[in-house]
């Protein structure tokens, strides 16, 4: 099946700093990936879709200064946390489709951001 | 605005029982809905998916099922395994559209004792 990576799984930053989180198709190109959020025992909320070559739609809430989107290529989309909070802690997860949907979506393993 | 939910928040059963969970949806206006498993600090996997012209769909012991007109879905689980111990998570695109953007409910937490 089609496999989507993420990366890094795990990083810890101080407040104030930026971090970038990679998702990528590894066997398959996507010209649509999400970005999910997940607080501890809660569901995925969507944060934002991500579009080949276009600006990212962001869900109501969720601020595009923050958390800022690029999907620079058919298989690559980054998430950028800028100046980092520790109520920004949480676990991000990216997932694609293999067309623009109707179909199933493959997730990838999810990286946990914590920062102190 | 699609609202998903799932019964019940957690089950806990011996080895070996039938089970089902169930997932419910307000717009009934959909195009499929998908099944899937996590476990605990981990990513997504996609179990089961049912087109909105199917009724249900089958993966080995699991069989989910697809009642768009009650917004209702239910996937069982035949022969239950400790190994099936995780989070179930039903998720549906907006009502109306077949656009990945998907809805989830708060998932089923699944605990299979020995």
């Known amino acids: 099946g089609a496999v989507v990576s993420q990366h890094p799984s795990r990083v810890i930053c101080k407040s104030g700093t930026s971090v970038k989180i990679e998702c990528r198709s590894l066997d398959f190109q996507a010209t649509t990936m999400f970005w999910y959020r997940q607080f501890p025992k809660k569901s995925l909320m969507l944060m934002a879709t991500?579009?080949?070559?276009?600006?990212?739609?962001?869900e109501q809430g969720v601020e595009k200064d923050k958390f800022l989107i690029n999907h620079a290529s058919l298989t690559l989309s980054t998430l950028t946390v800028t100046s980092a909070h520790p109520e920004d802690s949480s676990f991000y997860i990216c997932?694609?489709?293999?067309?623009?949907?109707?179909?199933?979506?493959?997730f990838g393993p999810g990286t946990r951001l914590t920062v102190t | 605005k699609q609202e998903v939910t799932q019964i019940p928040a957690a089950l806990s059963v011996p080895e070996g029982e039938n089970l089902v969970l169930n997932c419910s949806f307000t717009?009934?206006?959909?195009?499929?809905l998908q099944w899937f498993r996590q476990d605990p600090g981990k990513g997504l996997t996609s179990l089961l998916l049912i087109q909105s012209s199917q009724r249900e769909q089958t993966s080995g012991r699991l069989n989910a099922s697809l009642d768009k007109s009650s917004g209702r879905s239910t996937l069982y689980i035949a022969a239950s395994q400790p190994g099936d111990s995780a989070t179930y998570l039903c998720?549906?695109?907006?009502?109306?559209?077949?656009?990945?953007?998907?809805?989830f409910g708060q998932g089923t937490i699944l605990t299979v004792h020995p």
């Open positions: 997932s694609a489709s293999l067309t623009g949907g109707g179909y199933e979506q493959y």
């Open positions: 998720a549906v695109p907006p009502g109306g559209t077949s656009y990945g953007k998907l809805t």
């Open positions: 717009d009934s206006a959909i195009y499929n």
């Open positions: 991500s579009n080949e070559g276009s600006k990212a739609t962001y």
